[in-house]
């Protein structure tokens, strides 16, 4: 079992950033692929981001691609979302997951999910 827990959402103007994290707890960290993923109102959740166990491999959506970046700290037991140039398209609910090895964009493939984290950009 693995708790995940996101903090750092806010609301922030166009153009600016924030960092997103994910303090996971119980089973053993360095062992899950991680990814975050977003959820605006009456839409679905969308794949955002994934970085493998170990940290070298990370995927981006498109949408997010040169803008984001994650990372990962399995000392800290920690993921983070850096979120840089934000739109107000990138207006959501944003979860942390997690799952074995193989990585997926897939959110049904996801065994594990924090409570999430709402960001706010404004126009």
């Known amino acids: 079992q693995v708790q995940l827990v996101e903090s750092g959402g806010g609301l922030v103007q166009a153009g600016g950033s924030l960092r997103l994290s994910c303090a996971a707890s119980?089973?053993?960290?360095?062992?899950?692929?991680m990814a975050w993923f977003r959820q605006a109102p009456g839409k679905e959740r969308d794949f955002v981001a994934l970085?493998?166990?170990?940290?070298?491999?990370?995927y981006y959506a498109d949408s997010v691609k040169g803008r984001f970046t994650i990372s990962r700290d399995n000392v800290k037991n920690t993921v983070y979302l850096q979120m840089n140039s934000l739109k107000p398209e990138d207006t959501a609910v944003y979860y942390c997951a997690a799952k074995g090895v193989v990585l997926t964009t897939s959110p049904f493939e996801y065994d594990y999910w924090g409570q999430g984290t709402q960001v706010t950009v404004s126009s």
């Open positions: 119980g089973r053993t960290f360095s062992s899950y692929a």
């Open positions: 970085i493998s166990w170990s940290g070298i491999s990370t």
